[in-house]
């Protein structure tokens, strides 16, 4: 069982910032890309942002383009999201997980591992 585990969730007004790590085993990350999802209540899990093994290849959501960038340490098997300008309707669980391939995807289907997720409230 690969064990994904995210942090640095938590509450922020609307128009701050807050960054979110994502720790994965050595084997697993350095073969991985990564992506975040989120899924708010009631609603479907969305992909949010992903990154290539190398890094070269970064895609995002329309909605948080420009706001929030994905990065990831290779040395230290960790991958980031940094969100700024948080808006209410980035309220939501972000999930991080890894995709056993070349390139980076948008497709909740390629991830095989998943974290159980941290929670991002941001107050109007």
């Known amino acids: 069982q690969v064990q994904l585990v995210e942090s640095g969730g938590g509450l922020v007004q609307a128009g701050g910032s807050l960054r979110l790590s994502c720790a994965a085993p050595?084997?697993?990350?350095?073969?991985?890309?990564m992506g975040w999802f989120r899924q708010a209540p009631g609603k479907e899990r969305e992909f949010v942002a992903a990154i290539s093994r190398s890094g070269g290849i970064r895609y995002y959501a329309d909605s948080v383009k420009g706001r929030f960038t994905i990065s990831r340490d290779n040395a230290k098997n960790t991958v980031y999201l940094q969100m700024n300008s948080l808006k209410p309707e980035d309220t939501a669980v972000y999930h991080c997980?890894?995709?056993?391939?070349?390139?980076?995807?948008?497709?909740?289907?390629?991830?095989?591992?998943w974290g159980q997720g941290t929670q991002v409230t941001a107050s109007s």
């Open positions: 997980a890894a995709a056993l391939m070349v390139g980076a995807s948008r497709r909740t289907y390629d991830y095989k591992y």
């Open positions: 050595g084997r697993t990350f350095s073969s991985a890309a």
